[in-house]
């Protein structure tokens, strides 16, 4: 089976994870930014702004869907299905 994966075949789940990855960093930088000024001693940002730190947590899950898919994927590839 391993010889017949190509090594840049896009495989179930691939694009939930990229997508993941990117929401979660959006959401770090949301999260760096936003929490500067607090250890800066300076003016904090307005509250909604703490919400775009809840990208980090949307991510993991959005990632962590692709993960499942591709579990699924490849068990209904190893019992032989399609």
């Given at each position: 089976m391993r010889d017949k994966t190509q090594t840049n075949s896009v495989a179930a789940?691939?694009?939930?994870?990229?997508?993941?990855?990117?929401?979660?960093?959006?959401?770090?930088?949301?999260?760096?930014?936003?929490?500067?000024?607090l250890l800066l001693d300076a003016t904090p940002f307005p509250t909604y702004m703490f919400g775009l730190s809840m990208l980090m947590g949307v991510g993991f899950l959005i990632a962590g869907a692709g993960v499942f898919q591709s579990i699924a994927s490849g068990r209904r590839q190893?019992?032989?299905g399609s």
């Open positions: 789940g691939d694009g939930l994870i990229r997508a993941g990855v990117i929401v979660f960093f959006v959401g770090a930088v949301a999260t760096l930014v936003t929490v500067a000024p190893a019992r032989g």
